[in-house]
């Protein structure tokens, strides 16, 4: 599949090692929706990401930060591998 070079340097920092914790969460977004996620609102800082095939990946934007978790690397790091990207 092919991504922006601005996806590309994201999805680059979610599969580094060891686990990056200076994603911006506004940056994994636009990553997914450019895979063909819909970003669903939930409540309060609840968001999801529905795919086509109805895979869906969870998270709680980030706050007062706007760094990813580290447990979120690591959980979108195997969604997105489950998804056939990056290294298996």
């Given amino acids: 599949m092919k991504v922006s070079r601005r996806h590309n340097k994201t999805l680059e920092a ?3 090692e060891p686990t990056a914790a200076s994603i911006k969460f506004s940056d994994v977004e636009k990553l997914l929706v450019s895979l063909g996620g819909r970003l669903i609102e939930g409540r309060g800082s609840r968001v ?3 795919f086509s095939d109805n895979h869906k990946w969870e998270a709680h ?3 007062p930060g706007k760094e990813v978790k580290k447990y979120q690397v690591e959980s979108l790091r195997r969604f997105l591998q489950s998804r056939g990207l990056g290294d298996e």
């Fill in 48 to 50: 999801s990401f529905l």
């Fill in 14 to 16: 979610i599969f580094r």
């Fill in 61 to 63: 934007r980030p706050h």
